[in-house]
């Protein structure tokens, strides 16, 4: 949903690892949603979308699993790298008042090397 | 090769100046957007142009305003600045409001002084 408060959620991940950012939206209507990743000073980067009638979608490294049955978004990362290092928002896509697009409150991760 | 492209990168002016900020595109996109980012926080939608049809959000202080001359330029005027204005403003063009990925430019970093 809208973000709120001021403190980003963080994980900390040892090189190498899998990583796993979750999301919770907010619109049962929504059909769209994409995770992007954003590094500092930088405007947010597409990494990976998703459909509403799809479940589960692979990229290179990276996978969205979506279930709309509790309204849960979920990012995992394979064999995380110091270069993954970023904030991670996923980002939902209404039909609430025309189509917009709803950002949520974001995921600080951290890779130790 | 730049996409999105935001001047300044980095814009410092004085409580209750008005300011530019100027964002440019090369993917012929239909729709433009503007975002005020704040610090851990998420980009908070502003407003929008789909062609030259503006769509501001409910919530957007009247201080804030937009043009959108051509296809490729849009600009966000602050009429006075105040201080909690001092953000990071993203641009972001999309092929259309529906389930498309945004494209962000790098932004540029406001300092009210």
């Given at each position: 949903?809208?973000?709120?408060?001021?403190?980003l959620?963080?994980?900390?991940?040892?090189?190498?690892?899998?990583?796993?950012?979750?999301?919770?939206?907010?619109?049962?209507?929504?059909?769209?949603?994409?995770w992007?990743?954003?590094?500092?000073?930088?405007?947010?980067?597409?990494?990976?979308?998703?459909?509403?009638?799809?479940?589960?979608?692979?990229?290179?490294?990276?996978?969205?699993?979506?279930?709309?049955?509790?309204?849960?978004?979920?990012?995992?990362?394979?064999?995380?790298?110091?270069?993954?290092?970023?904030?991670?928002?996923?980002?939902?896509?209404?039909p609430?008042?025309g189509?917009?697009?709803?950002?949520?409150?974001?995921?600080?991760?951290?890779?130790?090397? | 090769?730049?996409m999105v492209?935001?001047?300044?990168?980095?814009?410092?002016?004085q409580?209750?100046?008005?300011?530019?900020?100027?964002?440019?595109?090369?993917?012929?996109?239909?729709?433009?957007?503007?975002?005020?980012?704040?610090?851990?926080?998420?980009?908070?939608?502003?407003?929008?142009?789909?062609?030259?049809?503006?769509?501001?959000?409910?919530?957007?202080?009247?201080?804030?305003?937009?043009?959108?001359?051509?296809?490729?330029?849009?600009?966000?005027?602050?009429?006075?600045?105040?201080?909690?204005?001092?953000a990071?403003?993203?641009?972001?063009?999309?092929?259309?409001?529906?389930?498309?990925?945004?494209?962000?430019?790098?932004?540029?970093?406001?300092?009210?002084?």
């Open positions: 949903g809208e973000s709120v408060g001021l403190h959620p963080t994980l900390s991940v040892q090189e190498g690892d899998n990583s796993i950012i979750n999301c919770a939206y907010s619109n049962s209507a929504s059909d769209y949603f994409i992007y990743k954003q590094e500092s000073g930088k405007g947010p980067q597409f990494i990976i979308d998703i459909r509403s009638n799809m479940d589960k979608r692979q990229g290179q490294r990276v996978t969205v699993l979506l279930n709309k049955t509790v309204k849960h978004l979920s990012l995992q990362i394979a064999a995380t790298q110091p270069g993954d290092s970023a904030v991670y928002f996923c980002a939902e896509n209404t609430t008042g189509f917009k697009t709803i950002f949520g409150a974001g995921t600080r991760l951290f890779v130790k090397a | 090769d730049a492209i935001q001047n300044p990168r980095y814009q410092v002016t409580f209750g100046k008005p300011v530019t900020l100027s964002c440019s595109q090369t993917l012929n996109h239909n729709v433009m957007y503007w975002y005020q980012q704040k610090s851990s926080q998420a980009p908070k939608l502003l407003f929008h142009y789909y062609d030259k049809d503006f769509n501001n959000e409910a919530d957007t202080p009247d201080n804030f305003q937009s043009r959108r001359p051509n296809t490729s330029f849009c600009f966000l005027d602050i009429r006075s600045p105040g201080l909690g204005d001092a990071m403003y993203l641009c972001a063009t999309s092929r259309g409001t529906g389930p498309y990925e945004q494209y962000f430019g790098p932004g540029t970093r406001l300092t009210v002084t």
